[in-house]
Every structure is written in C-alpha cells, then in structure tokens.
Nanobody, 121 residues
Framework: QVQLVESGGGLVQAGGSLRLSCVAS????????MGWYREVPGKDHALIAT???????NYADSVKGRFTISRDNAKNAVYLDMKNLKPEDTGVYYC???????????????WGQGTLVTVSA
C-alpha cells in the first residue's frame, strides 16, 4: 500500500506564490512519473505538471512560465512551485505517483488526498 501526503496549499492574493509538497510512503520499490493535477468540477482531474524519474517535465499551457515541478527521488517527494498565481488557478490540487511496488515491476497509480489552493483577486 502507498500513501501520498500533500502540504502547502492555502490562501494567497493574485500575483503571490505558493509551494506544494508531496511525499510518498509505504510499499515502494521505485517511482516512475510523478505529477500534480487540479480538480475540475464535472470533469476528470486536469493535468498541471508531470515529471519523470529522469527529470523530464511537462506542463499545462496555462501554467508554463509560472509553475515549476521538481522531485527528490531520495525522499520520494515531488514539489510544485507556483508563482504569479491567478484566481483561475484556484482549486484542489492532487499529487499523483506511478509507484513500482515489487521487483517484478508491478505498479500502482497512487493519489494524494488533495490540498486546496485559493487565489483571491
């Protein structure tokens, strides 16, 4: 079993910054892709940013140049540095990790509980 614990959400004014953190624990052999998603009412989670185990990054067009994703493989952690926040960035942000839990390569797609980011105008 794998647990993802997020932290760092909160209330910030437009133009401000926040840093989200997510740490994975449990039965982890290794972690492949990690990422951040935002809940969209009535839709599946919207991709914000992902990062592979080798550091390849992918961003949603709406956050390019403002958000930076990074990871610390030794800590099984992923981070999201958010700058120049806008009211439309408001939402619940979820951490995701594709975890390998056995030496045979069995994987588990794990999700955190979500952390709320509110950007006021």
């Amino acid at each position: 079993q794998v647990q993802l614990v997020e932290s760092g959400g909160g209330l910030v004014q437009a133009g401000g910054s926040l840093r989200l953190s997510c740490v994975a624990s449990g039965s982890i052999f290794s972690i492949r892709d990690m990422g951040w998603y935002r809940e969209v009412p009535g839709k599946d989670h919207a991709l914000i940013a992902t990062i592979t185990s080798r550091g390849w990054k992918n961003y949603a067009d709406s956050v390019k140049g403002r958000f930076t994703i990074s990871r610390d493989n030794a800590k099984n952690a992923v981070y999201l540095d958010m700058k120049n926040l806008k009211p439309e960035d408001t939402g619940v942000y979820y951490c995701n990790a594709e975890t390998v839990w056995s030496s045979l390569g069995d994987t588990l797609d794990a999700w955190g509980q979500g952390t709320l980011v509110t950007v006021s105008a």
